[in-house]
Nanobody, 128 residues
Framework: QVQLVESGGGLGQAGESLRPPCAVV????????VGWFRQAPGKEREVVAG????????KYSDDMKGRCTISRDNAKNYVSLQMNSLKPEDTADYYC?????????????????????WGQGDQVTVSS
């Protein structure tokens, strides 16, 4: 049974950085695509960042491009999202997601439907 365990979004002020972590538990290899999504109150879920199986296909939302980096530690089965220059509008619940199915390259890493396993979500709050 694969579980994604998110352990603390955090509080920050505008301009600061946060790095919510996500442990991938129970998956026996490193063959999976990773996505980070967020949902603010009253808004739809949106993709923040993601990369495909080989990590050579990466995507960042226009809003977060240049302000965040998605990464994975294969030895520790751990993925994270480094967010810099935070803004109050970044306040949301953040979710990591994993897709262990090797899909055609035409399936975008930002497509939420492809992800099989989801973390429980972590709240990130940014004050001005």
């Amino acid at each position: 049974q694969v579980q994604l365990v998110e352990s603390g979004g955090g509080l920050g002020q505008a301009g600061e950085s946060l790095r919510p972590p996500c442990a991938v538990v129970g998956h026996t290899n490193n063959d999976y695509a990773v996505g980070w999504f967020r949902q603010a109150p009253g808004k739809e879920r949106e993709v923040v960042a993601g990369f495909g199986w080989s990590a050579d296909i990466q995507k960042y939302s226009d809003d977060m491009k240049g302000r965040c980096t998605i990464s994975r530690d294969n030895a520790k089965n751990y993925v994270s999202l480094q967010m810099n220059s935070l803004k109050p509008e970044d306040t949301a619940d953040y979710y990591c997601a994993v897709d262990p199915i090797q899909r055609p390259v035409t399936v975008r890493v930002g497509s939420a439907w492809r992800y099989v396993y989801w973390g429980q979500g972590d709240q990130v709050t940014v004050s001005s």
